[in-house]
């Protein structure tokens, strides 16, 4: 027959070191009801072996006798495959998209680089050229061309910027540079139809 | 140990749990103590417990919670007549699997 354990606070303070170190073990990957269940059986289990001792307050070293018979707490830890879906669901909805990550915020920042290039350098240039050449179409196809690409360019580091807004300094260059290319892109068909009037 | 071993154990670690408990009522540490006693079943806590408090969540093991003499409240498990179905179909598959084995083993003609 075992004796009722009475345990002082130093010795449950430990016994909770090593319980809290499980729970945390399983936090995250264990439904909340499994891992209480599981930290209740390990303590029981504590408590009943330091009854065994057959000694009515066991003092700390008898405590740490006994946890050093446990496994350790990383013994706890599910693999991969018994890892339920839910919280794993959760943490992965705080981690960057894996459709774009920081790939994709890059790439909205290039992207609106690229829409700004177009719609300051290019369709000027093609305007000059059409001047150079006394070509109208050129200057007319320059012009649309680069207003055409620049806004697609634009939109689409708009989009990018917006899906990978966490990002940091990338995902805000592609959104301010997207914004200023949509808007010059209008300018740039503005001017389009002013050139064809 | 070997992986297939390895392998092997983590099989039929929930069949052994629910084979256990087949056996009367009982808790945590005495299915840990009992198995630990049976060689090749030699699971230790960090195995027994998520797959104990697993099947109670699955609705195959019933618990009675009751004051222990070691302090705090036991809980004590039982089979549910889910528990019962899911232990004979799984003793079932586990007879034929080792009888076919055996057969294999023996080397008769094919």
Known sequence: ?197 | MGRWETQLRKGVVELAVLASIARGETYGYKIVEELRALRGLEFTESTIYPVLTRLAGEGLLAIRAEGSPSGPTRRYYRLTDEGTRRLRGMAAEWTHVAGSLEGLLEGGPR
Do not use: K, W
């Not at chain 1, 992965?92 to 992207?111: E, K």
């Not at chain 1, 300051?120 to 012009?143: C, D, N, R």
């Not at chain 1, 540079?177 to 300018?187: A, H, K, P, Q």
């Open chain 1, 1 to 197: 027959m075992m004796a009722a354990t009475e345990v002082s606070s130093d010795v449950q303070a430990i016994i909770d070191a090593r319980l809290d170190t499980i729970d945390r073990m399983l936090l995250g990957r264990v439904p909340r009801a499994e891992r209480l269940g599981i930290v209740r059986e390990v303590e029981m289990q504590i408590l009943d072996l330091l009854a065994e001792h057959a000694r009515a307050e066991p003092t700390r070293e008898d405590v740490l006798a006994v946890l050093a018979r446990l496994d350790p707490p990383e013994a706890y830890l599910p693999e991969r495959d018994d890892a339920p879906a839910t919280p794993v669901v959760r943490r992965a909805s705080l981690a960057p998209r894996a459709t774009g990550g920081r790939g994709g915020a890059r790439a909205s920042a290039i992207l609106g680089t690229i829409s700004l290039v177009l719609i300051l350098l290019g369709a000027p240039l093609g305007m000059i050229l059409g001047e150079l050449l006394e070509s109208e179409v050129l200057m007319i196809l320059g012009t649309v061309i680069c207003a055409v690409g620049s806004l697609a360019t634009a939109i689409i580091a708009l989009v990018l910027a917006i899906q990978n807004r966490r990002d940091g300094a990338l995902a805000i260059t592609g959104l301010v540079t997207g914004i200023i290319g949509v808007l010059l892109s209008f300018v740039g068909a503005i001017a389009c139809i002013f050139l064809l009037l």
